[in-house]
């Protein structure tokens, strides 16, 4: 087995996702994860901008952010999201305890993106917090450096 998937069953199994949804958004994530990178987190989330929303699955590793869309009618799994790390711009990430989910705000190529990430239990939000925290906040200035450098596109291993 790959790095990718050595990191993202134990990470799915931490957010409490089934092996039926997780082996459907397998194939998608293979497509724009690489073999060697590692999964940080792995969690359904919900568009609160939707009025009828489809099964969202968010995957984050070291390089890309990634959320799929599984819709009802097909049982169909499709990219929504998928951007490098240097690619997000205006980052932001509240935890709300009392209903147990991340309030993600990010922009890709210009447009504006609002997920709530669902937590099936607080050491699980806990956990997203940290990941997020470690991912986004104190890589902010080497995610900013990277953008701008030419050729250096992949972010440190940490």
């Known amino acids: 087995m790959d790095t990718f998937s050595l990191s993202l069953l134990p990470a799915a ?10 082996s459907r958004h397998v194939p998608v994530f293979r ?7 590692t999964t940080l987190a792995v969690a359904q989330c919900v568009d609160p901008n939707r009025f009828i929303n489809a099964g969202l699955v968010l995957l984050l590793t070291r390089r890309r ?3 799929t869309r599984q ?19 205006e980052i932001d990430w509240t935890p709300r305890d009392r209903i147990g989910l991340l309030d993600l705000r990010f922009a890709v190529d210009g447009d504006r993106h609002h997920l ?3 937590a099936p239990h607080r050491q699980q ?13 104190a890589g902010t200035d080497e ?8 050729g ?3 972010p440190r291993q940490r």
């Not at 819709?71 to 711009?89: C, K, M, N, Q, Y």
């Open 65 to 67: 952010l990634v959320v």
């Open 71 to 89: 819709s009802r009618l097909f049982d169909r799994v499709r990219p929504l999201i998928s951007a490098d790390l240097t690619e997000l711009a």
């Open 13 to 22: 199994a931490d957010a409490g996702l089934d092996t039926l949804t997780v």
């Open 152 to 154: 250096r596109n992949i």
């Open 125 to 137: 939000l806990g956990h997203l917090v940290s990941v997020f925290g470690r991912t986004f906040a």
């Open 116 to 118: 709530w990430v669902r």
């Open 31 to 37: 497509r724009d994860v690489g073999r060697h990178d």
């Open 143 to 150: 995610l900013a450096a990277r953008r701008h450098a030419p």
